[in-house]
């Protein structure tokens, strides 16, 4: 397999910022009612879309490419909670999990915890909470990647494919 570098899509996270920005200015004027309730709302609303808005600025200030795929792993780089590299050895199964309008690449590894604690203090949150609902800390989107989410499956199970048949293990189908 030869290495494939995806890009991240400039486009997609400036569409996120501005929906960041809109969120925050439509709590602005939430909080303008002066009603408990909506101040209470438009606080949560402020921190949360403020948070995800300066998570997406610095994506997009990253330099490189968002996930590398290659012969040895691949190398997580497509959102502030990526892994960051991750051998095909300590991969056991691809899979995908969504909700409407949205699917996301499961990658499940052997060894959770030594990928989750090579992480920062946000991303080890974030990767803790993905292992509690999925099993794994590693969940990648196509959402800031320059390829869509039937690429991204189809990348990820042939790199896994690829490895498990050098190993000569029949990988798990879904």
Do not use: Y
């Not at 915890?113 to 974030?126: C, M, N, P, Q, V």
């Not at 609902?133 to 990348?155: E, F, H, K, N, Q």
Request: hydrophobic letters at 45%; glycine letters at 12%.
């Amino acid at each position: 397999m030869a290495e494939v570098a995806i890009e991240r899509s400039r486009g997609k996270g400036v569409l996120a910022i501005l929906g960041c920005v809109g969120f925050v200015f439509a709590c602005l004027l939430l909080a303008s009612t002066g009603h408990p309730v909506a101040l209470a709302i438009a606080a949560l609303g402020i921190v949360t879309f403020g948070t995800f808005g300066a998570l997406w600025v610095r994506q997009l200030l990253r330099p490189g490419p968002g996930l590398v795929v290659d012969e040895e792993g691949f190398d997580d780089r497509s959102s502030a909670t990526a892994v960051g590299r991750v051998p095909w050895g300590d991969v056991m199964n691809v899979t995908t999990w969504g909700l409407p309008g949205s699917t996301n690449v499961v990658v499940h590894v052997r060894n959770p915890d030594d990928h989750i604690a090579r992480l920062g203090w946000f991303s080890r949150r974030a990767a803790r909470a993905n292992v509690r609902l999925l099993g794994t800390p590693v969940v990648l989107a196509s959402t800031g990647l320059r390829i869509d989410t039937d690429g991204l499956v189809s990348l990820m199970r042939d790199g896994f494919e690829r490895h498990s048949g050098s190993l000569g293990v029949v990988p798990p189908t879904r």
